[in-house]
């Protein structure tokens, strides 16, 4: 067994050594996605975008430029991970092929590639969250209101356990 993992860490390290050397990629990394997010955000106008969440039933109204914002940051990072990978796959073929011939088992730089992909894309996407987050930070949702049909004892405990981030949010909730 620690043959394999000793193989498979050997493998996934030089993976994402390959990636680092990658420049630009990391440039796109780090220029593209607030590039990307801030011209979704600004190309947009701010009317808000009329929705029903499913979930709960709620309707709910976000400014289309920060929908788009999202959209484009979540765009951005597949965009890049995809491209990553491609880079990565496309340089390190002979070194792949190398290895191979060379006895080293195929199933363990397969794993090493795919494991590599995981890790980038989740750096990515922290990073792009961590951008988004720069730029528009959402509401928590345990200051969302219940909606209006919940009944009176969840209303007050709502009212009662909403902080000072809640502070004047009413239910809206029309008189029957």
């Known amino acids: 067994m620690r043959f394999h993992l000793t193989r498979f860490a ?16 990391m440039v ?5 996605v607030p590039v990307w997010a801030s011209l979704a955000y600004l190309a947009m106008p701010d009317t808000p975008t009329r929705m029903r969440l499913r979930a709960t039933g709620e309707a709910l ?8 914002a999202i959209s484009g940051a979540l765009n951005a990072v597949t965009l890049i991970t995809g491209f990553m990978m491609f880079a990565a796959t496309f340089s390190g073929s002979g070194f792949d ?8 088992p195929r199933a363990h730089l397969v ?12 750096a990515v996407a922290a990073y ?3 951008v988004i987050c720069l730029a528009w930070t959402p509401a928590s949702l345990c200051c969302s209101p219940p909606p209006c049909s919940a009944p009176d004892s969840l209303t007050a ?13 009413s239910r809206g909730c029309s008189p029957s």
């Open 128 to 130: 792009a969250t961590a």
């Open 97 to 104: 092929r190398r290895l191979a011939m060379a006895g080293y």
């Open 157 to 169: 405990l709502w009212e009662s356990s909403s902080g000072p981030c809640c502070a004047g949010k």
């Open 111 to 122: 794993l090493a590639k795919v494991t590599a992909l995981a890790l980038v894309s989740a």
């Open 10 to 25: 050997v493998a996934t390290r030089f993976t994402l050594i390959e990636h680092g050397r990658n420049r630009f990629a």
């Open 61 to 68: 109204a976000p400014h289309g430029n920060e929908l788009t």
């Open 28 to 32: 796109l990394v780090i220029l593209f």
